[in-house]
């Protein structure tokens, strides 16, 4: 046992409980009083308690980190009841029955991305498939066989770097031409998450619960990954958008920022914060010292998009004519260039307290496969 205690799921479900609550009372202050409750509980599952399994502790640790500034927005910065509305939803959910709100706010609550309410960010989402039902899920399971095939593609490339052994040499210890294979830490989470999301959809709608529309893909087409900024706001997923830019919001009316280049600026380094604190505590609870560089990694990509506007901003100042597909190339080579160098700084401690020692493979063909690349390059595979 790492931590003071072992992670416990009563006190997980209570804070899933509690969250829940606290979107269904009516009350401002039984709202405050139940974040206060979370806020507490949270604190105890990422500082005092720990299990022996780190790719669980840092999900537990980011999750518990995203329901909790989740619900400061919800709970604290918004009159959610009066604020949230459903898409077509008329009349006041606060005066409705009991079991009616807890409805409402289960709907909320499973929503991370807001589809299907007011407030989902549709500039920001891959447009929902319209289909049939038989043909969504037909559509899904080859979604799936298409993150699997991300995951292992991802694992591949991690396998093909020593760095990401624990008593491996450092990431820039490898030759120019390996480093971008730390982009397969990122194949492998989208493979994963998106994954999980798929089967989720498939079950959902193969049981009626929902209709194709409720389940836009939840990652963007890598073609849009020309910078840095479309990465993260059209390519990531969009999980967090809604409380980092309510936060973003909340800051900058309460220190009077007038709209306009500052405020978004300033915005934006709020919501990549919020990111890096979120993941933070996910490092924290894996490594349980403050060595993590999860901040300094997120808050970084912040920078690299306020220097790729400002570049931008000189090119179309200069007036000259750049070709589509050139600027394209460009930004492509740009965005792995940068995540060759950045990645490495976010999953440096991650490797050095073991995380991913034991790998990840479900089967025998990558390790094979990354050996037998490994063999014709010379390269030392993990």
């Given at each position: 046992?790492?931590?003071?205690?072992?992670?416990?799921?009563?006190?997980?479900?209570?804070?899933?409980?509690?969250?829940?609550?606290?979107?269904?009372?009516?009350?401002?202050?039984?709202?405050?009083?139940?974040?206060?409750?979370?806020?507490?509980?949270?604190?105890?599952?990422?500082?005092?308690?720990?299990?022996?399994?780190?790719?669980?502790?840092?999900?537990?640790?980011?999750?518990?980190?995203?329901?909790?500034?989740?619900?400061?927005?919800?709970?604290?910065?918004?009159?959610?009841?009066?604020?949230?509305?459903?898409?077509?939803?008329?009349?006041?959910?606060?005066?409705?029955?009991?079991?009616?709100?807890?409805?409402?706010?289960?709907?909320?609550?499973?929503?991370?991305?807001?589809?299907?309410?007011?407030?989902?960010?549709?500039?920001h989402l891959p447009t929902p498939i319209k289909t049939t039902r038989t043909k969504f899920i037909i559509r899904q399971a080859f979604t799936l066989i298409r993150c699997y095939l991300t995951f292992n593609f991802g694992?591949?490339?991690?396998?093909?770097?020593?760095?990401?052994?624990?008593?491996?040499?450092?990431?820039t210890a490898q030759k120019w031409w390996l480093r971008p294979t730390v982009l397969g830490q990122t194949l492998q989470v989208q493979g994963f998450l998106d994954g999980m999301y798929t089967m989720c959809s498939i079950?959902?709608?193969?049981?009626?619960?929902?209709?194709?529309?409720?389940?836009?893909?939840?990652?963007?087409?890598?073609?849009?990954?020309?910078?840095?900024?479309?990465?993260?706001?059209?390519?990531?997923?969009?999980?967090?958008?809604?409380?980092?830019?309510g936060h973003g919001t909340a800051f900058s009316n309460a220190l009077r920022i007038p709209k306009g280049r500052f405020r978004s600026y300033f915005s934006l380094y709020v919501a990549f914060t919020i990111s890096g604190?979120?993941?933070?505590?996910?490092?924290?609870?894996?490594?349980?010292?403050?060595?993590?560089?999860?901040?300094?990694?997120?808050?970084?990509?912040?920078?690299?998009?306020?220097?790729?506007?400002?570049?931008?901003?000189?090119?179309?100042?200069?007036?000259?004519?750049?070709?589509?597909?050139?600027?394209?190339?460009?930004?492509?080579?740009?965005?792995?260039?940068?995540?060759?160098?950045?990645?490495?700084?976010?999953?440096?401690?991650?490797?050095?307290?073991?995380?991913?020692?034991?790998?990840?493979?479900?089967?025998?063909?990558?390790?094979?496969?990354?050996?037998?690349?490994?063999?014709?390059?010379?390269?030392?595979?993990?």
């Amino acid at each position: 046992m790492r931590g003071v205690a072992d992670t416990d799921g009563r006190v997980i479900l209570a804070v899933l409980g509690l969250s829940v609550a606290g979107l269904t009372v009516t009350s401002a202050i039984a709202r405050r009083g139940i974040f206060v409750s979370i806020l507490s509980l949270s604190v105890y599952l990422v500082f005092f308690t720990a299990s022996d399994s780190l790719p669980n502790d840092y999900f537990v640790g980011c999750a518990t980190m995203i329901n909790l500034f989740r619900m400061s927005d919800l709970l604290l910065l918004t009159d959610t009841q009066k604020d949230l509305h459903r898409k077509g939803e008329i009349k006041d959910i606060t005066n409705e029955p009991f079991f009616t709100r807890l409805k409402w706010a289960l709907s909320l609550y499973t929503s991370l991305r807001g589809v299907s309410w007011d407030h989902e960010p549709t500039s920001h989402l891959p447009t929902p498939i319209k289909t049939t039902r038989t043909k969504f899920i037909i559509r899904q399971a080859f979604t799936l066989i298409r993150c699997y095939l991300t995951f292992n593609f991802g694992n591949l490339l991690v396998l093909l770097n020593s760095s990401f052994s624990e008593n491996g040499p450092p990431f820039t210890a490898q030759k120019w031409w390996l480093r971008p294979t730390v982009l397969g830490q990122t194949l492998q989470v989208q493979g994963f998450l998106d994954g999980m999301y798929t089967m989720c959809s498939i079950i959902g709608v193969g049981l009626g619960l929902s209709g194709p529309t409720d389940w836009p893909p939840l990652f963007g087409s890598w073609m849009g990954a020309w910078t840095v900024r479309n990465y993260w706001g059209r390519v990531w997923h969009q999980v967090l958008r809604k409380f980092v830019t309510g936060h973003g919001t909340a800051f900058s009316n309460a220190l009077r920022i007038p709209k306009g280049r500052f405020r978004s600026y300033f915005s934006l380094y709020v919501a990549f914060t919020i990111s890096g604190l979120i993941h933070y505590f996910g490092d924290y609870m894996i490594i349980q010292d403050w060595s993590g560089t999860s901040l300094v990694y997120f808050v970084s990509q912040a920078v690299a998009i306020t220097c790729e506007d400002a570049m931008a901003g000189l090119v179309r100042r200069s007036e000259v004519k750049v070709p589509t597909a050139f600027s394209r190339l460009v930004g492509y080579l740009w965005v792995v260039a940068w995540f060759s160098f950045a990645i490495p700084i976010w999953m440096t401690p991650h490797v050095k307290a073991g995380i991913t020692s034991d790998g990840v493979s479900d089967n025998n063909v990558v390790p094979a496969l990354a050996r037998e690349i490994a063999a014709r390059l010379r390269l030392e595979v993990r």
